[in-house]
């Protein structure tokens, strides 16, 4: 059994800052990926960045190039997500997932690729 459970949601202004984290039990996620999405309200969940405990294969969606970095402690099985110039349109759920057998962005991006996820936690970006 395999739990991920996502903290750092919060409330933050426009230009802001936040870091989520992401903890991974129930199993060695030596050589597997973790990523992040995010769903916000009436919209189709949408991959934001993942990492594999190597650091390869990391990779970001569109909207967050530049702005987010995600990054991991593997002594901590957890997986952060450090998001900084926060705009209203990164309002969010934001969910963990982890292991994806792809090998290339199209693989990390496709949400039917990855195996389990998190609750999620809420990322509120106010203008």
């Known amino acids: 059994q395999v739990q991920l459970v996502e903290s750092g949601g919060d409330l933050v202004q426009a230009g802001g800052s936040l870091r989520l984290s992401c903890a991974a039990s129930?199993?060695?996620?030596?050589?597997?990926?973790m990523g992040w999405f995010r769903q916000a309200p009436g919209k189709e969940r949408e991959f934001v960045a993942s990492i594999r405990w190597s650091g390869r294969n990391i990779y970001y969606g569109v909207s967050v190039t530049g702005r987010f970095r995600i990054s991991r402690d593997n002594a901590k099985n957890t997986v952060y997500l450090q998001m900084n110039s926060l705009k209203p349109e990164d309002t969010a759920v934001y969910y963990c997932?982890?292991?994806?057998?792809?090998?290339?962005?199209?693989?990390?991006?496709?949400?039917?690729?990855?195996?389990?996820w998190g609750q999620g936690t809420q990322v509120t970006v106010s203008s």
């Open positions: 129930g199993r060695t996620f030596s050589s597997d990926a």
């Open positions: 997932a982890a292991d994806n057998a792809g090998a290339n962005y199209v693989d990390f991006v496709a949400e039917e690729r990855w195996e389990y």
